[in-house]
């Protein structure tokens, strides 16, 4: 089974700078896509970024030149940077994997992590 448990999530002032991480564990399995999702209160999960196996990247409009997703196959971790946050930049953000066993595809979502963007 997959699991992934994400860190770095707290409260920054607008302007600052928070660093997502995500690690996946267990066994028998390959990574493929990666990515960051966030919720608002009372909305659906809204893609953040996502980066497949070989380093392609998507970021949504609302974070493209702020944030940067990265990924590092040997040890099955995606991290989000986030620069210049904005108070509408709060909410739950959340690591997802798709995942391949050799016999299935499928996904995978972390816990979430909180982040809040306030003065």
Request: glycine residues 10%.
């Given at each position: ?84 946050l ?11 994997a798709k ?9 995978v979502?972390?816990q ?8």
């Open positions: 089974q997959v699991q992934l448990v994400e860190s770095g999530g707290g409260l920054v002032q607008p302007g600052g700078s928070l660093r997502l991480s995500c690690a996946a564990s267990g066994s028998g399995f390959s990574l493929l896509t990666m990515g960051w999702y966030r919720q608002f209160p009372e909305k659906q999960r809204e893609l953040v970024a996502t980066i497949t196996r070989g380093l392609t990247t998507n970021y949504s409009t609302s974070v493209k030149s702020r944030f940067t997703i990265t990924r590092d196959n040997p040890k099955n971790r995606v991290s989000l940077q986030m620069n210049n904005k108070p509408e930049d709060t909410a739950i953000y959340y690591c997802s995942f391949y066993t050799g016999e299935v595809v499928d996904d979502w972390g979430g992590t909180q982040v809040t963007v306030s003065s």
